[in-house]
């Protein structure tokens, strides 16, 4: 009888441990809220107020308390400031390029055990996605809202005039001639695009499809040498006949959008992000056209944009596994596909191609069904450190040359010796 009840005591201890062992240990067993850091403007609370009531019904243990904090670089702020502190939110919303720096100082929670708990399909995302959200080897972030950089036409003055928006840098010329007007003094009515000026995201995949490194491996530049000063001069040269121009500056983003409903302007370079305030606003028909490529049409890539989720590395474990709740269920396919759905954000899951709903959005939004036969092209970007900085500078000697007058090379030799200076001091 002894031996029958120690026996029996072996083998409920044994399968307590195997129990335990095989217990997942991110799970959430007691109620607890969360606050959720993110930027998102108010035409964005319906869709942000709709996920959050979905997923507490899903998880009645968790409550998610979203905090406005600004624009993503004063989010970048204070991130770096709540680190500091050691009082930190258990989800952020950030900018895709703040990404790698976050990597580099530990600010991320690593993301692999608790992707291997649930057997969580990173994949989904396809490898490009991925990848862009890793730093050396590790899953430090998830995609989230992910947009890329293309061009918005009048799409109604295009089928009405005969104008193809142009594949190639090559192309972009005789696009212009054909898509700007003239008042009768010379002034122009309506320019062919508007370069966007605030972001070099905007306009770095004109001169990296044509074989420009902005900087490469060992940290010199060639963009004050032959293709860069060709690009820089036919983009002035454009400027000055007053087909173009380069938006820069404070309320940059809303002067372009006016311009294009207003009819100033035949396309603009954004956001895939922004097709829903595009159509909605506007009294035409408005198409999306993929970046121009390279001269030989071989190369289309543009730049990833948007935002990424993260946990901050310094939470406390019982919010880290709330929070991993509350992220796979924000980057879910049907929760992607309803982002998608109400914004100009791509879905990023494969798998979403299964719901239902795909189709039907397909069908409401047909201008979003050629760029994403392009999403293969999206690249993430350059995540050296100090490529940002960098990036800053480029636009700004391109301010200097399109809207002040500067000279194109004597600018782009003082653009490269500041690059390189900013490289060194890294």
Request: charge should be negative; include cysteine.
């Amino acid at each position: 009888m002894r031996k029958t009840s120690i026996l029996l005591l072996t083998l409920i201890l044994v399968f307590s441990i195997v129990t335990v062992a095989g217990a997942n240990p991110f799970e959430v067993t007691e109620p607890i809220t969360i606050t959720w850091w993110h930027s998102h403007e108010g035409q964005w609370y319906p869709y942000l107020e709709h996920m959050v009531a979905q997923f507490e019904a899903a998880n009645p243990l968790i409550k998610v308390e979203p905090i406005f904090i600004g624009t993503y670089p004063e989010m970048n702020t204070r991130f770096i400031a709540a680190m500091a502190s050691g009082d930190v939110p258990a989800i952020i919303s950030v900018k895709t390029n703040y990404l790698p720096n976050y990597g580099a100082a530990g600010m991320c929670e690593v993301l692999d055990p608790y992707i291997e708990a649930d057997n969580f399909d990173v994949m989904d995302f396809g490898e490009g996605l991925a990848n862009a959200t890793s730093y050396e080897g590790e899953q430090i972030a998830l995609p989230y809202l992910i947009s890329t950089r293309l061009m918005y036409y009048n799409k109604t003055l295009a089928e009405a005039e005969g104008i193809e928006m142009p594949k190639t840098f090559d192309e972009f010329e005789e696009f212009l001639e054909k898509a700007t007007v003239f008042n009768p003094d010379g002034t122009t009515a309506r320019y062919g695009t508007i370069f966007a000026g605030w972001d070099h995201t905007y306009f770095e995949n004109l001169y990296k499809n044509n074989g420009v490194e902005v900087i490469r491996e060992d940290g010199t530049s060639d963009l004050n040498e032959e293709m860069s000063v060709y690009i820089t001069t036919k983009i002035k040269e454009w400027v000055d006949k007053g087909y173009t121009y380069f938006q820069h500056g404070t309320s940059s983003s809303s002067i372009l959008r006016s311009a294009f409903w207003d009819e100033r302007t035949f396309s603009v370079f954004h956001t895939s992000s922004l097709y829903d305030t595009y159509q909605n606003d506007a009294t035409f028909e408005v198409g999306m056209s993929w970046m121009p490529g390279s001269a030989d049409g071989t190369k289309y890539e543009a730049t990833l944009s948007g935002a990424y989720i993260l946990i901050p590395s310094i939470a406390p474990q019982r919010q880290k596994n709330a929070a991993w709740q509350f992220m796979k269920f924000m980057v879910s396919p049907e929760i992607n596909l309803y982002w998608a759905d109400q914004t100009g954000y791509f879905p990023t899951r494969q798998t979403v191609i299964n719901l239902p709903e795909y189709e039907e959005y397909l069908e409401r939004k047909p201008a979003m069904a050629s760029i994403l036969e392009m999403s293969g092209w999206i690249v993430d970007n350059d995540p050296r450190p100090y490529y940002e900085t960098c990036g800053k500078e480029w636009r700004m000697a391109l301010a200097k040359i399109f809207s002040e007058g500067a000279p194109v090379q004597e600018t782009l030799d003082k653009l490269v010796k500041d690059i390189e200076d900013i490289i060194d001091d890294f």
